[in-house]
């Protein structure tokens, strides 16, 4: 997931931001106002974690609330020290998700962050990801095609149902390289470019449509239609 963490704390902020990591998911951190503004209303996130008290505005429920203005359904955790029955559910009723007290455990939060992300991803309400006649079951991990079963390496599938999960979805190559590969930097390598022509010779050789599409310099789409990519290879 792409995390956002907006907390003028910066201890707190590298605590959380350290831990999110290590549960293999990307964290970008802000600690003002006016940049947590900036990034959570012009950026796309799959959960913010959101400290109230932030220099710049008066209460970061306000920026809660521009979100859900725009139409922006992204999960947000307040965490904070008002800790009041009356602040918490303010927060809730003030457009958050869910609402955790300060000082925490980050076993506690991460296990928020995970049962939210269940909630709001894509099939989510389903054991089975579906893009055309392609088919990935989370639950015996058994991919197919039509009639024909695909065999795929732990790396191949992990690519694949991060592709599947985000269909649709221009993906670039850092959401990759963090989420399926957990790096935080580019190792100037086609590491890439080696898994997607080893998963399109499994998914879409031998098949009329083509399902993975490569834009040019932008990074990947998975789709089976022709907006699925422009420019494409």
């Not at 792409?2 to 902020?13: G, H, K």
């Not at 947000?76 to 008002?82: G, K, P, Y």
């Not at 599947?164 to 850092?174: A, D, E, L, P, S």
Request: net charge neutral; hydrophobic share 40%; charged share 25%.
């Amino acid at each position: 997931m792409r995390c956002l963490v907006i907390e003028d704390e910066i201890d707190t902020s590298n605590y959380i931001c350290k831990g999110l990591r290590d549960a293999g998911h990307s964290a970008s951190a802000c600690a003002s106002g006016a940049e947590a503004k900036a990034l959570a209303l012009g950026s796309e996130w799959d959960i913010v974690i959101l400290d109230r008290m932030l220099p710049g505005v008066r209460d970061g429920l306000s920026i809660v609330e521009q979100m859900r203005a725009q139409g922006k359904t992204t999960p947000v955790i307040v965490v904070s020290a008002l800790n009041s029955i009356e602040a918490r559910v303010g927060g809730l009723r003030g457009g958050a998700d869910d609402y955790l007290s300060k000082p925490f455990a980050f076993s506690e939060l991460l296990a928020r962050v995970e049962a939210l992300q269940r909630r709001s991803a894509p099939g989510a309400d389903s054991a089975q990801l579906q893009v055309a006649d392609l088919k990935l079951d989370l639950r015996t991990l058994r991919v197919t095609r039509g009639n024909k079963v695909i065999a795929l390496q732990p790396r191949e599938y992990r690519l694949l149902e991060y592709l599947m999960r985000n269909v649709g979805q221009v993906v670039t190559r850092t959401m990759l390289l963090e989420s399926v590969w957990d790096y935080h930097f580019d190792p100037q390598t086609n590491v890439i470019d080696v898994q997607i022509s080893r998963l399109r010779a499994k998914v879409d050789k031998d098949f009329p449509v083509m399902l993975i599409h490569t834009l040019r310099g932008v990074g990947y789409r998975m789709g089976d239609g022709p907006e699925a990519g422009s420019p494409l290879e």
